[in-house]
């Protein structure tokens, strides 16, 4: 197989030869799906329980209960205290953690092969039969409190928080995903169990699974520790359909948005509304960040950094969800120099809507993205995640090859085209540290047609 395989939520069992691989999914009739990668030569395994609930998902007045309620499910089960689920994994030195996303939470673990069963049967324990105890709710909401103040002691997380705000305003996917001191203190066990019961069930979960893995011994013990922790999983139920991909209108929640802090640089985050997950776009974007901000060969480090000295970290980056998304670009820099790196990098991306890029940046940039996405590939995590966000995002799974002749098929008119497009959108500036309006002020919107048309090459 090479290309691209669509995974109809009607189709119980699927099979995908692939160079190095093997892909098979099965739909349990409970609606449980179990997607596993087996890699030949493989001596660990990467295995992950997924739920399409995210921070965009809550009630307002509840917002961080998906991330309190990813930390309680390490903290004890009937079956096993807090402790035993650290020494499970701790006595066979495996790694286990978990993910909060704005429309996901992973709780993930990787393991030698041989320990699989393990790692399935205390993962489902904890999905499935969390106790969420009292006291241990209020002590994890002291540890949530503490990392929510280190969050705001980094001025990069602050940027990037009020960023998210700022170009998508009263989105849910604009929402900080730990929620704020506020509603983390008010936040309630019987609020958080609720949540819990409608969103943990068989017929949203997904289970992945990397590198060593039997796909039938995989079904298996996921069935059995399912059953273990308590799931009914006798009931037919169709597996959840998956987010509408509709694109949102977006009303932009702040075009500059200041946080004062007396820091020695000021985070310089400049951004519009962008592509949505599943555009036919997405390929043509990466290249655009590539070309502009994606490496030390990129046009904004070279300008920024190593003609002009003003930054050490300079980068551009794209986050795209279900139904929204944005292209930031990024720097750190002396406070006197903030509104300079501004139009030095919103030059450069209007830049690229202008003159375009040249042949030899576009080989650059489809060889820079083809070899990341193969190395990326040697590690079990990669793929275990690459089958999850097949799976609950655009039902869509593209193998390596088939990425690759995507990128290729990029031609420098489509990143032109695409560019000039987000150059047009509405602008949102945020800054953390020392700045002045007055000086942000000028870059904020984008230059009209007529004065692009003239901007010398």
């Not at 001596?43 to 399409?52: C, E, I, Q």
């Not at 037919?236 to 007396?262: K, T």
């Not at 990128?407 to 700045?435: C, N």
Request: glycine fraction near 8%; charged fraction near 25%; hydrophobic fraction near 45%.
């Amino acid at each position: 197989m090479s290309g691209a395989v669509a995974l109809p939520l009607d189709v119980p069992e699927l099979s995908l030869s692939l160079p190095d691989s093997r892909v098979r999914r099965s739909i349990l009739p409970s609606g449980v799906r179990v997607l596993s990668e087996q890699v030949a030569g493989a001596a660990s395994a990467t295995v992950g329980f997924w739920v399409p609930v995210g921070s965009r998902d809550e009630a307002a007045d509840a917002l961080g209960s998906t991330h309190f309620l990813e930390h309680l499910l390490f903290k004890g089960t009937p079956r096993r205290s807090a402790l035993d689920i650290a020494v499970a994994f701790d006595a066979v030195g495996g790694e286990h953690n978990a993910v909060t996303a704005k429309e996901y939470t992973c709780y993930y673990a990787k393991v030698r092969s041989r320990d699989l069963g393990m790692a399935v049967d205390v993962l489902a324990d904890m999905v499935a039969a969390s106790t969420l105890d009292p006291g241990e709710f209020e002590l994890e909401r002291g540890v949530i409190l503490e990392e929510l103040a280190m969050a705001e002691d980094d001025p990069a997380d602050v940027a990037n928080e009020r960023f998210f705000e700022a170009v998508l305003g009263h989105h849910p996917l604009g929402r900080p995903i730990g929620g704020n001191p506020v509603t983390i203190g008010n936040a309630t066990r019987d609020g958080v169990a609720a949540h819990y019961r409608a969103c943990y069930r068989p017929s949203s979960l997904v289970v992945t699974a990397a590198g060593g893995v039997d796909h039938d011994e995989l079904v298996r013990s996921v069935v059995r520790a399912l059953e273990d922790a308590g799931w009914d999983l006798s009931a037919d139920a169709p597996p959840e359909q998956r987010r509408p991909a509709d694109p949102a209108e977006l009303v932009r929640g702040a075009a500059l948005s200041i946080v004062e802090r007396p820091l020695e640089q000021t985070h310089l985050l400049v951004g519009v509304p962008a592509l949505v997950a599943d555009d036919d776009r997405r390929y043509a974007l990466a290249v655009l960040n590539a070309v502009l901000g994606g490496g030390m060969s990129s046009r904004l480090f070279q300008e920024v950094r190593e003609r002009r000295g003003l930054a050490y970290a300079v980068y551009s980056f794209a986050s795209s969800f279900s139904d929204a998304g944005l292209f930031g670009l990024y720097a750190a820099t002396a406070p006197q120099n903030a509104a300079a790196v501004g139009e030095l990098m919103l030059g450069e991306f209007e830049g690229l809507a202008d003159r375009g890029i040249t042949a030899e940046e576009l080989r650059r940039a489809i060889g820079q993205l083809s070899g990341s996405s193969a190395l990326a590939l040697e590690d079990s995590d990669v793929r275990m995640s690459r089958l999850g966000r097949a799976e609950l995002g655009n039902g869509e799974f593209v193998d390596l090859d088939e990425q690759i002749r995507r990128f290729e098929g990029v031609a420098a008119q489509d990143v032109q085209a695409l560019a000039a497009e987000l150059v047009a959108r509405p602008r949102s500036i945020t800054a953390v540290g020392v700045a002045e309006p007055a000086d942000l002020d000028g870059i904020l919107e984008p230059p009209s047609e007529a004065a692009r048309a003239t901007t010398p090459a």
